[in-house]
């Protein structure tokens, strides 16, 4: 079976976007998701809302800025799940929007790779309630928000997670990468 791990940046105070939703302070990403790792993922789950600020990397603006991680942003096949169908604008990409987690399960069982999603915290939950996340990866930035959405905003019930790793960087952020606790 293939492994899902959740690539997230957060504040300090543990939000990943503002009161006006922006995230533009989470900039530390691009040294945290090493290119060792990135050639072991082969699919990209992102929601719809976090979907859209990823089809950056597919403009001239976004290749030039980081070439690297635009062409492994537009060569993998991307998967969003989203309320309603629509036209993704973006080569490689599948939508789902009925049964997202019955679907995302079957995504998971078929050969292939690491599936990495980025962001997309509403659907983090509700791969978390179905037990299909392996591994959360969480850079801790060091800037504090003091309001926004909350990493696991809406999970219904606690989480218990065993830490595995952590790495600091030299912007002061902090990696974080945690595994479900066994039951």
């Given at each position: 079976?293939?492994?899902?791990?959740?690539?997230?940046?957060?504040?300090?105070?543990?939000?990943?976007?503002?009161?006006?939703?922006?995230?533009?302070?989470?900039h530390?990403?691009?040294?945290?998701?090493?290119s060792?790792?990135?050639q072991?993922?082969?699919?990209l789950?992102?929601?719809?809302k976090?979907?859209e600020?990823?089809?950056?990397?597919?403009?001239?603006?976004?290749?030039?800025?980081q070439?690297?991680?635009?062409?492994?942003?537009?060569e993998?096949?991307?998967?969003?799940?989203?309320?309603?169908?629509?036209?993704?604008g973006?080569?490689?990409?599948?939508?789902?929007?009925?049964?997202v987690?019955?679907?995302?399960?079957?995504?998971?069982e078929?050969?292939?790779?690491?599936i990495?999603?980025?962001?997309?915290?509403?659907?983090?939950v509700?791969?978390?309630?179905?037990g299909?996340?392996?591994?959360?990866q969480?850079?801790?930035?060091?800037?504090?928000?003091?309001?926004?959405?909350?990493?696991?905003?809406?999970?219904?019930?606690k989480?218990?997670?065993?830490?595995?790793?952590?790495?600091?960087?030299?912007?002061?952020?902090?990696?974080?990468?945690?595994?479900?606790?066994?039951?």
């Amino acid at each position: 079976m293939r492994r899902i791990f959740l690539f997230m940046n957060i504040s300090l105070d543990g939000y990943v976007e503002d009161a006006s939703h922006d995230i533009s302070m989470f900039h530390n990403d691009f040294e945290a998701f090493s290119s060792r790792e990135s050639q072991e993922v082969d699919t990209l789950l992102f929601g719809h809302k976090t979907y859209e600020m990823m089809k950056f990397w597919s403009t001239p603006e976004g290749e030039a800025l980081q070439p690297e991680i635009a062409r492994f942003m537009n060569e993998r096949q991307k998967v969003v799940a989203s309320h309603q169908s629509f036209d993704p604008g973006w080569s490689h990409v599948t939508v789902l929007h009925e049964e997202v987690v019955a679907e995302v399960r079957r995504l998971k069982e078929q050969p292939g790779k690491t599936i990495a999603m980025f962001g997309s915290n509403t659907l983090c939950v509700s791969l978390m309630q179905a037990g299909l996340i392996d591994e959360f990866q969480i850079v801790v930035n060091p800037v504090v928000l003091g309001e926004g959405t909350s990493l696991f905003k809406g999970l219904p019930q606690k989480a218990d997670l065993t830490m595995t790793k952590t790495h600091p960087f030299k912007s002061g952020a902090i990696l974080l990468t945690y595994e479900p606790t066994a039951s």
